[in-house]
């Protein structure tokens, strides 16, 4: 049976784009997971012990520990796009451990890697314990005080990948960088009597717009991309796959830049930019000698629009383009030599780019602070794994180019439910105001369908989507013109 959609008259063609969440887990012992094992006790289970630690201390024999954590992403939909994901760890002060945060024999660096397989909170243990991946570790640096937190632990990549893939979700395990005696770094877990102490991954995430968008992910041929050098001023990189800024030293010191050019030409006339999210990727096959490097202090890096033309088989350093610092983007320093940056907004300088075409050109990448020994090392549409390629998705609404509004909106125009069923009706409750004429578009402003109508004498006028002919799934603009106004609302036809 064919469902009635009912439209009251209310406002027109109002952005559908989905509003930022942001969620905080923190969970208790009774909804964490996480363990400790030892190597000094290789069959005894730690499922409640209140420790999330890398320790490698001696006591009646060298022993090493290593901490266990999973958290639960059931309560994030599962096709959210992850702004944001940072994670804070506690140092867990009343340990009964000897020593909290320890650099007594040297640094206690540790590393934050995935696990790869299934392991359970109280079966665990140093003999069973589970595989870990090395692939986007973290690098947690060597403690300044003895009961140091971490705070806003980037882990990004890793809440992506997750909820993305489920079953790939095991959680990660904290271990020493190097496991010598007489260091550790120390934290609570979710079973510390301190609520403020636990674990707490705070991750910020939209839904997917209901807007158009394309995705532009060009290879070699399509793609337009360089990386200039200073100590070679003259020399062309354009086939180079590097998308890398580097500031370092060989034979003499010297920066490194990298331009790259969407090509927005798909995107229709008079659209509003609604969302844009870049994606970049470590090149761990590059042949510098680093790849993300923090050697010398922070590679946090700007992508700043490019202002004046250049040609990707000639552009060097000493003809590099000029950029604009207005709307540019901050790319926050890496916490891992090959992490990759995904979902970067670039909402604003995309919409520059679009509404400055004259003066637009493209993207530049460099370092905030060009002091040797810092790098961010990315791969660009010349690289032999295609999986590499930069990726911008843009998402937009059209605007003003469709008559949206004439004279003053008195009785807004409301759609509801909606998505609607290709073959359901779509009816009107008037509220006394005359409707002329009805008509569908499609996002390009390309007629559908059109209908004359008189609703003076009734009050409602009833539309059959069945009755219209190849009409395909997606989304559409329902336009109504009644005596003084046209409003036009988006409808998405399942």
Same mark, same amino acid.
């Given at each position: ?24 887990l ?12 030892s190597?000094?006790?290789?069959t ?10 890398a ?57 934050l ?32 005080t ?19 893939n ?30 403020n ?19 532009l992910?060009?290879g ?80 946090a ?20 383009? +000029? ?5 540019r983007?901050n790319?926050?320093? !890496? #916490?891992?030599? =090959?992490?990759? %940056? &995904? ?25 905030v ?19 590499k ?11 003003n ?47 559908i ?7 003076? +004498? ?10 219209? !002919? #190849?009409?395909? =799934?997606?989304? %559409? &603009? ?17």
């Amino acid at each position: 049976m064919k469902k009635a959609l009912q439209i009251a008259l209310m406002l027109a063609l109002t952005a559908t784009g989905y509003a930022q969440t942001t969620v905080t887990l923190q969970p208790d012992s009774t909804k964490g997971k996480d363990a400790w094992i030892s190597s000094n006790v290789p069959t005894t289970n730690f499922g409640n012990y209140a420790n999330f630690a890398a320790i490698a201390w001696s006591s009646g024999g060298d022993f090493v520990s290593r901490g266990l954590m999973q958290f639960d992403f059931s309560s994030i939909p599962s096709n959210a796009i992850i702004l944001e994901a940072k994670l804070s760890l506690y140092c867990n002060t009343t340990s009964d451990h000897s020593q909290l945060h320890s650099t007594l024999s040297g640094a206690n660096t540790c590393f934050l890697q995935r696990i790869t397989n299934s392991w359970t909170e109280f079966g665990v243990n140093w003999n069973n314990q589970p595989n870990t991946s090395i692939v986007d570790q973290i690098t947690l640096a060597a403690s300044t005080t003895a009961t140091q937190d971490y705070l806003d632990i980037n882990v990004q990549n890793w809440v992506t990948d997750m909820l993305a893939n489920p079953t790939n979700n095991h959680g990660f395990m904290i271990k020493l960088a190097t496991e010598q005696k007489f260091r550790s770094l120390v934290f609570a877990n979710s079973e510390h009597i301190n609520a403020n102490k636990r674990p707490k991954l705070v991750i910020t995430y939209k839904l997917p717009s209901n807007d158009p968008c394309i995705t532009l992910r060009p290879g070699a041929t399509a793609g337009k991309d360089a990386w200039i050098t200073s100590n070679t001023p003259t020399t062309n990189y354009g086939s180079y796959p590097n998308f890398a800024a580097i500031a370092w030293t060989s034979g003499g010191e010297f920066v490194s830049r990298a331009l790259i050019d969407f090509d927005l030409s798909g995107i229709p006339a008079n659209a509003t930019i609604t969302e844009a999210y870049l994606n970049l990727y470590c090149n761990t096959t590059s042949d510098h000698p680093q790849l993300h490097s923090t050697l010398s202090g922070s590679n946090a890096c700007f992508l700043e629009r490019i202002t004046s033309t250049w040609d990707e088989n000639s552009v060097n350093w000493n003809n590099q383009p +000029t950029t604009s610092a207005t709307n540019r983007v901050n790319l926050p320093e !890496s #916490n891992s030599s =090959t992490q990759n %940056y &995904l979902n970067i907004d670039v909402k604003n300088l995309v919409a520059d780019m679009y509404n400055n075409k004259n003066s637009s050109f493209g993207m530049m990448l460099k370092l905030v602070d060009e002091v040797k020994f810092r790098s961010l090392i990315f791969a660009n549409s010349d690289h032999q794994d295609q999986t590499k390629w930069p990726q911008l998705k843009i998402c937009y609404q059209l605007a003003n180019s469709l008559g949206e509004t004439k004279g003053v909106v008195a009785n807004p125009l409301l759609v509801y439910p909606n998505p609607v069923g290709k073959n359901e009706w779509v009816q009107i409750n008037t509220n006394g105001t005359k409707v002329l004429s009805i008509s569908l578009l499609d996002l390009t402003g390309k007629l559908i369908y059109n209908k004359d109508v008189d609703t003076s +004498t009734q009050a409602k006028y009833s539309l059959d989507l069945s009755a219209i !002919s #190849n009409l395909a =799934t997606g989304t %559409y &603009l329902l336009k109504v013109i009644s005596e003084n106004q046209t409003q036009i609302q988006k409808l998405i036809i399942q």
